[in-house]
């Protein structure tokens, strides 16, 4: 049984940084792709980022280009989703999810496999 837990989250001011994280278990994920959403109050859930588990190649929505980055520890089964410059706007529920397959997708209903996400609050 896959489980993610995500950790790391809290209240920081507009500009402060953040690293969130993401323990797997459960798998041999290096056949999985795992991504990064979030969720604001009355929002759809959104992409993030994500990578492959088996190569470094990593991909952003528009709004973490260039501030956020994906990265893992293999020998630790973890992901990170490292957060910087943030901005009110980014105050979310975060997630961490996982699906089988190398394929790139933005999607939430793609992925089978959901923590149950931490908070990120950033104040003005």
């Known amino acids: 049984q896959v489980q993610l837990v995500e950790s790391g989250g809290g209240l920081v001011q507009a500009g402060d940084s953040l690293r969130l994280s993401c323990a797997a278990s459960g798998a041999t994920f290096s056949d999985y792709y795992m991504g990064w959403f979030r969720q604001a109050p009355g929002k759809e859930r959104e992409f993030v980022a994500g990578m492959r588990w088996s190569d470094v190649r990593t991909y952003y929505a528009d709004s973490a280009e260039g501030r956020f980055a994906i990265s893992r520890d293999n020998a630790k089964n973890t992901v990170y989703l490292q957060m910087n410059s943030l901005r009110p706007e980014d105050t979310a529920v975060y997630y961490c999810?996982?699906?089988?397959?190398?394929?790139?997708?933005?999607?939430?209903?793609?992925?089978?496999?959901w923590g149950q996400g931490t908070q990120v609050t950033v104040s003005s």
């Open positions: 999810a996982a699906r089988y397959g190398a394929r790139i997708t933005t999607r939430a209903n793609n992925y089978a496999y």
